[in-house]
């Protein structure tokens, strides 16, 4: 398929195998390309549309803000900011809040706070324990902490200080605790893994283990947080309280907007330590507050489990029929497994069948709806899903 495009594509980096498809209009469940062709969207930016493609209540808040004022620097309070800071710790175990543009930066503060606070408390203690398949951002740093097979080798060297275990196994991380040892870091669901959760009793585990060594314990909830499993945040799931949180995609509705909460017996930042140039600007916080008092809203998050069970039940049941793998995840983060290495095949297929769907491993697909999808929604994306995988060979006798 040619460029849908009157302008050229060549000035933008390749960073990615992106097809000739380009969109130019969003509404709810749906992009629509410069074709007129219209998709059933369950990749909503990688989790970040939380209410779907340029939700009204979104697009309001944007409108009010850019006309009031935009950013007077982070030197400065703003109103949106304070708002959304106290949303987000009136809805969590957290004090204090830090606001960035993105899920990496919100990780990169956790990497420096915890460090700091080894300074003040642990001798100088820097290393964070991370786990293999784990993912936490593109910097230098984030790409040190995560355990993506093969980023140890992209922009080597690597930031040192990021021991590696597997997940749901806490004898391998009581065996990395050391003297230098100042944080355990995780997902509560390894998104890019192929949506792999903590176990409970893992989770709960690494709580119990951080108390006994005087560790921090710090969930990277960017992909996890702001209700994408059905909760607002996924550790209320796991009876556990972090020390240290981050947020991202979904906080902003679509917007560039993370955050970086923590108590306030570990928020340890002396002025000048941390900060950037459009850290809690206005107009990301003011949609930032719309999507969080929309995700609060009575009711809301109820409905997202139940779609959630919905779609899961759907899965399991072509799981079934086309004698799949296992449906994993929680809420609206899930994955099928396909039991062979055609899902970026079906990718392709689905996308030209009007489906939008993400492949985060060869044999596995992950879903992730807007919070707000509907059960006929559901239904057409089930129906489309069951076309594309017997036209991959799935279920074949």
Not at 93 to 102: A, I, N, Y
Not at 240 to 266: R, Y
Not at 316 to 323: C, D, N, P, Q, V
Request: hydrophobic share 45%; glycine share 12%.
């Amino acid at each position: 398929m040619p460029n849908q495009s009157a302008l050229p594509i060549d000035s933008l980096m390749p960073i990615t195998h992106r097809p000739d498809t380009v969109f130019v209009r969003g509404e709810g469940a749906y992009l629509y390309d410069g074709l007129g062709n219209r998709y059933l969207d369950w990749v909503q930016g990688w989790a970040v549309n939380c209410l779907g493609h340029s939700p009204a209540v979104i697009a309001k808040a944007l409108a009010r803000q850019a006309s009031t004022l935009i950013n007077p620097s982070p030197a400065f309070y703003s109103e949106p900011a304070l708002e959304l800071a106290n949303l987000l710790t009136g809805a969590s175990c957290f004090d204090h809040v830090f606001f960035g543009s993105s899920g990496a930066e919100a990780n990169e503060g956790a990497i420096k706070l915890a460090r700091k606070w080894g300074q003040l408390h642990k001798n100088g203690a820097f290393e964070i324990i991370t786990f293999r398949n784990g993912f936490h951002g593109r910097t230098l740093a984030t790409m040190s902490l995560s355990g993506k097979p093969g980023w140890d080798r992209i922009f080597a060297p690597q930031v040192p200080g990021f021991p590696k275990a597997d997940l749901n196994d806490l004898d391998q991380v009581r065996a990395l605790i050391g003297s230098n040892t100042v944080a355990v870091m995780l997902e509560p669901i390894q998104g890019e893994a192929g949506v792999i959760p903590a176990d409970v009793a893992f989770l709960q585990g690494l709580r119990a283990l951080c108390d006994e060594h005087n560790l921090l314990l710090i969930v990277d909830e960017v992909q996890t947080g702001c209700g994408r499993t059905g909760t607002m945040f996924a550790y209320q799931q796991y009876d556990v309280e972090p020390d240290i949180m981050t947020l991202g995609k979904g906080i902003g509705g679509g917007v560039p907007l993370s955050a970086l909460l923590a108590k306030k017996s570990v928020s340890c930042f002396a002025p000048g330590d941390q900060g950037g140039t459009f850290c809690g600007n206005p107009l990301c916080c003011a949609a930032g507050v719309a999507a969080v008092e929309s995700l609060l809203a009575d009711g809301f998050l109820d409905r997202t489990r139940s779609i959630g069970a919905m779609l899961a039940a759907g899965l399991e049941s072509l799981s079934r029929e086309l004698s799949l793998g296992e449906v994993r995840g929680r809420g609206l983060l899930l994955a099928l497994e396909l039991g062979a290495d055609v899902a970026p095949r079906a990718v392709e297929v689905a996308r030209e069948q009007g489906l939008l769907i993400n492949a985060p491993r060869p044999h596995c697909l992950r879903f992730m709806p807007a919070l707000n999808t509907t059960a006929d929604e559901v239904r057409e994306g089930l129906a489309n899903l069951r076309n594309v995988l017997k036209f991959c060979g799935l279920g074949a006798l």
